[in-house]
């Protein structure tokens, strides 16, 4: 199949190299990981997105995960447009930002105080320094093939050992920074025991995925999470849920109510802000205590709790918050999951398709895969492949093979049904 014009995308993204270290704002989206050049996005509607060439895809990106509602939603965008009348930042509280937190706090039982800030990294960092000025402890335990964002203790990867201090996964990060964050595989008792035998007395907090969506989807089983808060409680360390990625997206409760376990301190992000920069964190009364002004552990921002990301958010969790919203939305993901599965099965392909919600992962493996370290880096040459060619068939998804799909409200059997039927075609080019 004839690949589709990128001229106009090519020409933005020579000119964006002159102003951006490598031409982008965000690494990923260098598609260095696929073929050809990025593609340049115009705009977006309901289930679909044109790029600046013309071309139109129905996508299964949804901006990594935030737009469950597909894109340009009207009633999200009427709702922004409406507060923008009165003015779009006053780095002053506003009723909105209440209102939003009724809405989240109401539909979540698992949080009793917020605290809104501009984006799932500083989410992230804040909750880790909450949890250090709670316990009085310095060292964090992450696991390796989780991504919670990038700032400098969680930008690091395993050594060699079950145990490990991490290294450093960037430069610019001290090695002092990377020596207070232990770094362990996933589905690991043993390395979760052997990190708190060792470190017992300056563990602060286990952070974790939700549901591990940043590398793959890495499903864990309900023991091993159980594990984890039972281990987290008996040696006085809080547990942390990042669910930057699953929260208010496989329910209104998270990963927290999938597991039916309740996290210490939980991150949200994405979906909160209905395509607009949201993140929070949020615990019980008495950890959110310890956050200023009430507390002695520092953090602010001047657009936290921005009015219009307010107004995004208000309109979206109203929609989320709706009678039956996620039963059809899961039901939709599923069916659609389940016909690609049957057809790889006819097909006996060596590949797999991994699912949550409205969530899921395509794993060029017979495996079943919980761990990083189970992902066979050769395996990404196949997803380059299907990338291009579901390109070249009108479907976008992600430009990498280790980042998941999602399906929104706004895709219909007419576009599912095409996407299904550009996978099995593109299937076809990558099992010749």
């Not at 802000?273 to 009364?285: C, D, I, K, T």
Request: glycine share 10%; charged share 20%.
């Amino acid at each position: 199949m004839q690949d589709i014009s990128r001229a106009k995308s090519a020409e933005l993204y020579e000119k964006s190299k002159t102003y951006f270290p490598g031409g982008v704002n965000s690494p990923v989206r260098a598609f260095k990981s696929v073929y050809g050049t990025p593609l340049f996005i115009q705009k977006g509607d309901g289930p679909y997105i044109w790029d600046a060439d013309g071309n139109q895809f129905i996508d299964f990106c949804a901006s990594w995960g935030p737009l469950i509602l597909g894109h340009n939603n009207a009633k999200i965008r009427e709702k922004v447009t409406e507060v923008m009348q009165d003015g779009m930042s006053f780095g002053a509280p506003t009723a909105l930002e209440n209102e939003l937190a009724e809405l989240i706090i109401k539909n979540n039982r698992f949080v009793e105080k917020i605290r809104f800030t501009s984006s799932g990294t500083e989410a992230v960092m804040s909750a880790i320094r909450l949890a250090r000025g709670y316990t009085g402890r310095n060292k964090i335990i992450k696991f390796e093939g989780c991504y919670h964002g990038h700032s400098d203790s969680l930008l690091v990867k395993a050594g060699s050992g079950l145990v490990t201090f991490g290294k450093t996964s960037s430069a610019g990060v001290p090695k002092a920074f990377a020596d207070e964050t232990i770094v362990i595989a996933l589905n690991d008792k043993q390395a979760i025991t052997e990190a708190f035998a060792q470190f017992k007395d300056d563990v602060a907090a286990v952070i974790i995925e939700g549901i591990p969506a940043n590398n793959g989807l890495l499903i864990q089983d309900k023991d091993y999470v159980e594990f984890l808060s039972e281990t987290c409680t008996a040696n006085g360390a809080l547990l942390i849920f990042d669910e930057v990625i699953t929260g208010f997206r496989v329910g209104l409760e998270g990963a927290a109510a999938h597991y039916g376990i309740k996290p210490d301190i939980v991150t949200y992000g994405k979906i909160i802000g209905g395509g607009l920069p949201v993140g929070m964190y949020g615990a019980s009364n008495e950890i959110m205590a310890h956050i200023s002004p009430d507390g002695g552990v520092y953090q602010a921002g001047t657009l936290s709790g921005n009015p219009v990301a307010m107004a995004a958010g208000i309109a979206t969790l109203t929609i989320l918050s709706s009678e039956g919203f996620y039963e059809e939305l899961n039901v939709k993901a599923q069916v659609f999951v389940n016909d690609l599965k049957a057809h790889i099965a006819v097909k006996g392909y060596e590949l797999k398709i991994f699912t949550v919600g409205s969530i899921f992962w395509f794993a060029f493996t017979t495996k079943d895969i919980k761990t990083a370290e189970a992902i066979d880096p050769a395996s990404m040459d196949k997803f380059k492949i299907m990338h291009r060619e579901l390109l070249n068939r009108g479907i976008y998804f992600g430009p990498s093979g280790y980042e998941v799909g999602f399906v929104s409200a706004a895709h219909t059997d007419v576009e599912l049904d095409k996407a299904k039927q550009a996978i099995f075609e593109a299937l076809e080019v990558v099992y010749p």
